[in-house]
């Protein structure tokens, strides 16, 4: 499985942006995918995930209420929509996938493919 972000950017504090990450290759065998981030301060932090079977979705609880994970099926594609974003978001974002079952989403060990990482900025 090879996957591809996009969407980053800089925006200012509570505005809103939307990342996109599709997959290729053997996507049939795709349990998951999730997003992590990147600061200086923390290497990977887990922010959403989803079931890519059933839907079921996975949140840090500081972004659940901000940032909806969605997917589509058809396109291969994982969405991360950004809401009233704050400075402290921050971070590389990047995709990841896992193809086995484990019933653990949060930890970037549990991933076996990961995309290249895209660049969000948020100004206060």
């Known amino acids: 499985v090879q996957l591809q972000a996009s969407g980053g950017g800089w925006v200012q504090a509570g505005g809103s942006l939307r990342l996109s990450c599709a997959a290729s290759?053997?996507?049939?065998?795709?349990?998951?995918m999730g997003w992590f981030r990147r600061t200086p301060e923390k290497d990977r932090e887990f922010v959403a995930a989803i079931n890519w079977s059933d839907g079921i979705n996975y949140y840090l609880d500081s972004v659940e209420d901000r940032f909806p994970i969605s997917r589509d099926k058809g396109k291969n594609t994982v969405y991360l929509q950004m809401n009233n974003l704050k400075p402290e978001d921050t971070a590389v974002y990047y995709c990841a996938a896992k193809t086995f079952y484990s019933g653990r989403y949060v930890d970037a060990y549990e991933y076996d493919m990961w995309g290249q990482g895209t660049l969000v900025t948020v100004s206060s």
């Open positions: 290759g053997r996507t049939f065998n795709m349990y998951a």
